[in-house]
């Protein structure tokens, strides 16, 4: 027996805040061995209020430890969305005797102006650090880019583009994304806009992040654009293009809408700055839709696990891929290994890993692609069953029978992503964390990510199948907690 843990639905190797309201990722970044992130925080309430950017440092991404808040909001307004940069070259003029300063970018939110609606109440500003982000000034000369009179232009991604010696930001802006660049973080010029006739549109635009990948030994640009409403489950999500950047205009490739990660909780999600040849996502694990009222006390909200980006090509046409990150090895307690196993109707998983904790790892393959479901459950009779739907050649993520649901009518749903590999054999990776699901199918070219609240922990593992599938290899791997 388990004793309940006196913070039901609390994350254990997911970062969550030891309290109040979290949302978006903000400033990741990798500077002289630590990673940080920062976050949108409240740290006066578990609802969204005034933001302010709370801060979190880790070595490995996996171990995180909570800071004092970074930034709090001023006189221009709340510290909304942004990114941090590794100012090498020191073109902001901010370090001193040969430091090498930390900016960070950011949206001031004017809640005064949004009031008087004069529309321009949302524009860009600095503030850096030149003690590893343990101290943060704002630059005196904010804001760096006023409003032009676009009442959603916020949260800034920005990253050093080596062909032209300048720093390129992507910025949100309505319906559309706007580039700028510039010398030194201070002063920005106008390049060019991207999206206003392509893409989703079921919503706003929000937290973009342009960045190279390499395909073939070709550079290969990705623009993640999150949308709110709109997403393909309901609620926020997060869209891309690929496509040709050349430090002015983004081109892509095709203007078929793509989605990063299918279930509802992978929302604003961007990339570390400064990590080399990795490309590394943290989304926040939640949905505008019901993020203010989910059943969790005294904090809301948890980042989704660090994932390593790619690209992979699928007759003729490339798509992004989302693998978690190997880091999270360091999680790894006992491994259970099952080989050949057919199961026809139902094979109980549990007697055998003895899963105790529901915090795994789950890797599989199959022989074929045929139907078959992942069932995590307790005693109580909740359910999230996790599955492959061959006739609809689409995975599943069915939290309707999760336990708590009520908080929100859309929330207890079955969500689907269509299979996007065409490989005959199936292989997933599941990574369960007391209260979420990450599913990353074919090498990560299908990704649904969904939370739930169980009444007790999900510990029983159950695989089914009705028309009987083979798995040749099964491992399942016990996950240690990371939090303190
Ligand atoms: C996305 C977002 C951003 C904004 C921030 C405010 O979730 O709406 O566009 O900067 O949250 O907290």
């Known amino acids: 027996v388990v004793a309940?843990?006196?913070?039901?639905?609390?994350?254990?190797?997911?970062?969550s805040p030891k309290a109040h309201w979290m949302n978006d990722p903000n400033g990741m970044v990798y500077f002289n061995g630590t990673y940080h992130l920062f976050f949108q925080y409240y740290p006066d309430g578990t609802t969204w209020g005034p933001m302010h950017w709370g801060h979190?440092?880790?070595?490995?991404?996996?171990?995180?430890?909570?800071?004092?808040?970074?930034?709090f909001p001023d006189s221009l307004g709340y510290i909304f969305s942004g990114s941090a940069v590794v100012d090498v070259n020191n073109t902001t003029g901010f370090g001193k005797n040969g430091q090498t300063p930390l900016v960070a970018i950011f949206t001031h939110h004017n809640p005064v102006l949004e009031k008087q609606k004069t529309g321009k109440h949302e524009y860009q500003s600095l503030a850096y650090s030149l003690d590893e982000g343990k101290t943060w000034t704002k630059y005196a000369g904010n804001p760096v880019l006023?409003?032009?009179g676009i009442t959603d232009f916020r949260d800034p991604k920005v990253r050093w583009y080596e062909p032209q010696k300048k720093w390129i930001m992507t910025l949100a802006t309505k319906d559309r994304i706007t580039f700028y660049s510039s010398p030194d973080l201070k002063n920005w010029t106008r390049e060019s806009e991207f999206g206003s006739t392509v893409g989703a549109h079921g919503g706003v635009w929000e937290c973009p992040d342009l960045f190279p990948l390499t395909h073939n030994g070709k550079t290969v640009w990705t623009l993640l654009v999150s949308i709110n409403p709109g997403g393909p489950n309901g609620g926020s999500a997060t869209q891309y293009f690929v496509g040709d950047f050349d430090g002015k205009t983004f081109k892509?490739?095709?203007?078929?809408?793509k989605w990063l990660d299918y279930g509802t909780d992978n929302y604003a999600g961007v990339t570390f700055s400064n990590t080399g040849n990795r490309t590394i996502l943290m989304g926040w694990m939640s949905n505008w839709q019901y993020a203010n009222v989910v059943p969790t006390d005294p904090w809301r909200s948890a980042t989704t696990v660090p994932r390593e980006l790619g690209l992979k090509e699928v007759n003729k046409e490339l798509f992004?891929?989302?693998?978690?990150?190997?880091e999270l090895g360091a999680l790894n307690q006992e491994t259970v290994l099952v080989n050949n196993l057919t199961v026809k109707d139902r094979y109980e998983l549990t007697a055998k890993t003895r899963n105790e904790s529901g915090l795994f790892r789950l890797e599989l393959s199959t022989k074929t692609a045929g139907d078959f479901a992942i069932v995590l459950a307790n005693e109580q009779g909740n359910e999230v069953v996790i599955g492959y739907d061959k006739t609809a050649n689409a995975y599943y993520i069915d939290r309707s029978k999760a336990g708590k649901t009520g908080f929100e009518k859309g929330f207890g749903k079955r969500h689907t992503a269509p299979r996007l590999s065409v490989d005959p054999k199936i292989s997933l990776?599941?990574?369960?964390d007391v209260a979420s699901v990450e599913l990353f199918a074919d090498g990560g070219l299908t990704v649904m990510t969904d939370i739930f609240f169980p009444d007790t922990d999900l510990t029983k593992l159950v695989i089914k199948s009705a028309s009987g599938i083979?798995?040749?290899?099964?491992?399942?791997?016990k996950l240690t907690s990371s939090v303190k």
Do not use: C, G
């Open 4 to 15: 309940a843990s006196p913070e039901p639905h609390r994350p254990q190797y997911h970062f």
């Open 56 to 71: 979190a440092t880790s070595k490995d991404m996996v171990r995180w430890q909570e800071q004092p808040i970074a930034l």
């Open 146 to 148: 006023p409003n032009p």
């Open 252 to 257: 892509p490739y095709s203007t078929e809408t």
């Open 320 to 326: 992004l891929t989302s693998v978690p990150v190997e």
């Open 429 to 432: 990776t599941l990574l369960v």
């Open 470 to 477: 083979v798995i040749p290899a099964l491992e399942y791997t």
